[in-house]
T-cell receptor
Framework: GDSVTQMEGPVTLSEEAFLTINCTYT??????LFWYVQYPGEGLQLLLK?????DKGSNKGFEATYRKETTSFHLEKGSVQVSDSAVYFC?????????????FGTGTRLKVLA | NAGVTQTPKFQVLKTGQSMTLQCAQD?????MYWYRQDPGMGLRLIYY???????DKGEVPNGYNVSRLNKREFSLRLESAAPSQTSVYFC?????????????FGNGTRLTVT
């Protein structure tokens, strides 16, 4: 079945450091890919998405490129801020038995120190 | 702009008690979902409703029932709570059950079963 694997956390960075959170996936179809962010005490919020190979999703300085050849969708940001501290989830949407299912990774906690 | 509203925010149950988690969305979305979030396991789909009038099992449906009351509301019922159901429960909705449609989440219900 489909699955999403993302790097274990927590990731601790200093403010203005470069961020990469790795995400790889397996899928039987041609999935859409998403990154969600969860702040403490809140639900998940969509951060960015990409729907086909070589698409780049971007939002709030975060970027991720849909790499079909390596089945990856790594999240990057050039300069992190303390306010970026949160848990980040990689996810895919793929069709199974006639409906679309969303599969989530286990999440990567990011802590940014001032 | 309420989005997805879940009630209650917190609940403590004794083993064997029953309760219903409520979820409502005001975005005129067709599809709704219930997930549980456990440490180290990401989000797992309990039940979903691709459209009003339909419900289907997800990855971990045992011990739960759902009702799609109307287009706006999708409730999750625990008939006889067990400690293994201690978790954070998230309701989500999407415009439609299609490949590109992202999920919109509520803020969650934190349930403890003793």
């Amino acid at each position: 079945g489909d699955s999403v694997t993302q790097m274990e956390g927590p990731v601790t960075l200093s403010e203005e450091a470069f961020l990469t959170i790795n995400c790889t996936y397996t899928a039987t179809g041609y999935p859409s890919l998403f990154w969600y962010v969860q702040y403490p005490g809140e639900g998940l919020q969509l951060l960015l998405k990409a729907t086909k190979a070589d698409d780049k999703g971007s939002n709030k300085g975060f970027e991720a490129t849909y790499r079909k050849e390596t089945t990856s969708f790594h999240l990057e940001k050039g300069s992190v801020q303390v306010s970026d501290s949160a848990v980040y989830f990689c996810a895919l949407s793929d069709q199974a038995s006639g409906t679309y299912k969303y599969i989530f990774g286990t999440g990567t906690r990011l802590k940014v120190l001032a | 702009n309420a989005g997805v509203t879940q009630t209650p925010k917190f609940q403590v149950l004794k083993t064997g008690q029953s309760m219903t988690l409520q979820c409502a969305q005001d975005m005129n979305h067709n599809s709704m979902y219930w997930y549980r979030q456990d440490p180290g396991m990401g989000l797992r789909l309990i039940y979903y409703s691709a459209s009003e009038g339909t419900t289907d099992k997800g990855e971990v449906p045992n011990g739960y029932n759902v009702s799609r009351l109307n287009k706006r509301e999708f409730s999750l019922r625990l008939e006889s709570a067990a400690p293994s159901q201690t978790s954070v429960y998230f309701c989500a909705s999407s415009e439609a059950n299609v490949r590109n449609s992202p999920l919109h989440f509520g803020n969650g219900t934190r349930l403890t079963v003793t």
